[in-house]
């Protein structure tokens, strides 16, 4: 069999393989961040124009990620909001990156010094680290939660852009291969922010694996580095433009504190790379800490990396993939706090790369020590893993079937308070209002939000002064901190709200005034005050109230009418009729704003002589 026939058939396997791994994947509902991303995105309704299906809102989740937003316009054009169609394109990406892994592994095996040694195992080396990395079961957070197609596509550019450099070193069409690789690195910059470290990762491939020194590497590829380093300013003005709120130096999280947090981290997802059970969808947040806390972890860590500086000089193959490990970590799980989670399966999706070659080579090496048996044993182990594998991501994919049944997992094998609220709020989805109310009770402890999302279930089921005491717990908990003063407006304007069902007028006024201390430009603080004074008869006050609403936003039929009530009441009959001209200009069927209308006309009229 021929060298390109053999690949092909490998390539098949790989499609076959992943097509089957995740065949019970695809109808997966959406869940948490796709709510926000797909589910009440305004920008992914339509492809045309196309700057819009690339901008997604400013606060969301694909602000500075325009081609996954545009990936995702795509998939509503096609399907609006069925899930299938979503979790196709997710799967076609891995697969697609699997396949590029396959042709980086083969290639470099076949490269230079490499070639004697592993020339008759090459294919066989980059079908089972392809395969492996494929089905691992720690990559399924990436592939089944569809948001997480910011991973796939940033992978996908990621291997593309390393192949097309690879590719460009050899002879031939090296022009248009280099080509392709600053365009693909271009396109990953625009998927997610971990791709800024691929002009590192190609630099460092080339000195280990394709020129003897930095001054050759640089002499024949200038042209190369100088475009991938453009990726850098794109996605530096991207950053600039929608950085997200969640990310930097400037969050209430330090760097120290986010690194000492890494350290167990990053030991945690290198015994999931090696035993993938236990498997969690939210590590919660980060923790305060000292290094003394997490010494033993922190004195681990670095000696793996300080073992990896040494192999880069003594053993380059194996530094490199040391190196490749922690440069595609370093973005998410260094000193760049990421306020929203601790930690993250899908972070491993290039990491576990690097881990799963490295084990596949040395396996390879003790294989060797079969003799005439080699390659049934090495097809043995490498079917027996594979099989293995697939079968426990086939087991997590189902855990990803319904939202409440993945979120149980997270409460079982690492309970904290998020994932209590999370599953809570999934809970009461599904009408399960005992089992939610036990969650958000159990994440008070070390989730303070819980306070306001109990007492805010407390108010819709009607039970006020239950709301009214968790409310003002909440708010005693997060006094005085200026991150949670919106939540803590909330939770005010709640209480008031609460007061006005029990006819405590006086008291929801007090607790109106309170919140607009806290932010006297909230409108809808301002709308619901003037509600209450209307109803107390205050016109003068309801007037002012309903004035700063309009100021910040824009008007409604029923503020309007009942601006126009209170001019109508303090004697104003021309701005009275103005305002509820106004409100039936927005809604003409407003009946209350046609009655206040018609009332006005006919006071207006003159009698009859």
Known sequence: ???????????????????????????????????????????????????EALAAPRDNELASRPLVNLSFAVNYAIGALSVRGYHIVNLGLHVLSALLLFGIVRRTMRTGALRQRFAGTANGIALASALIWMVHP???????????????????FYFLTLYCAIRAAEPGNAGGWRSAAIFSCLLGMGSKETMATVPVIVVLYDRVFLFDSGREAWRCRKGLYA??????????????????????????????????????MILRYLGLAVWPSGLVFDYGL?????????????????????????????R?????????????????????????????????????????????????????????????????????IVVALALATARRNH?????????????????????????????????????????????????????????????????FDDAITELHAFIARVDGRPEWVPLSVTARTLIALSRVHQGKLPQAVEEFQSA???????????????????????????????????????GSAVVLTNLGVALQKLGHPDEAKARFRQALTIDPNYRDARRGLDGLSEAMTPPPR
């Open 316 to 384: 380059p193959m194996i530094g490199f993939l040391g190196a490749w490990f922690f440069i595609t970590l370093a973005p998410t799980s260094s000193v760049m706090p990421i306020i929203t989670e601790v930690g993250a399966e899908r972070r491993m999706y290039l990491p576990l790369a690097a881990l799963v070659v490295l084990t596949v080579i040395a396996a390879d090496r003790l294989c060797a020590l079969a003799g005439r048996r080699r390659v049934a044993v090495a097809v043995t182990a490498a079917v027996v």
């Open 1 to 51: 069999m021929s060298n390109r026939a053999r690949s092909l058939a490998c390539a098949l396997l790989i499609v076959l393989v992943g097509v089957l791994t995740y065949a019970n994947s695809l109808s997966g509902p959406l869940i948490a961040d796709d709510n926000s991303a797909i589910v009440r995105n305004p920008q992914i309704r339509r492809l045309w124009p196309l700057v």
């Open 286 to 314: 980060p923790h305060p800490m000292v290094l003394t806390d997490v010494l033993p972890q922190a004195t681990l860590v670095a000696a793996l990396a300080a073992l990896t500086v040494v192999a880069l000089f003594v």
């Open 399 to 463: 855990e990803y079937a319904f939202a409440t049944s993945l979120l149980q997992t997270s409460v079982d094998r690492r309970p904290h308070g998020r994932a209590h609220l999370v599953l809570a709020g999934a809970l009461l989805d599904e009408g399960r209002n005992n089992e939610a109310m036990a969650h958000m009770r159990a994440a008070i402890p070390d989730y303070p939000r819980a306070l306001l999302v109990l007492g805010s279930a407390l108010y819709n089921r009607g039970q």
């Open 227 to 264: 475009g991938l380093a453009l990726g850098w300013l794109a996605l530096a003005a991207l950053l600039l433009s929608s950085l997200p709120p969640t990310i930097g130096f400037g969050s209430r999280v330090s760097g120290w504190t986010y690194l000492l947090n890494q350290c167990p």
């Open 516 to 554: 607009l201390q806290l932010d006297a430009e909230d409108p809808e603080v301002h709308a619901n005050l003037a509600l209450v004074l209307l109803l107390q008869s205050d016109f003068e006050g309801a007037r002012q109230h309903y004035e700063k609403f309009l100021e910040r936003r824009q």
């Open 138 to 156: 720690l990559l399924t957070e990436s592939i089944d939660y569809v948001t997480q197609r910011t991973e796939l596509m940033m992978g996908l």
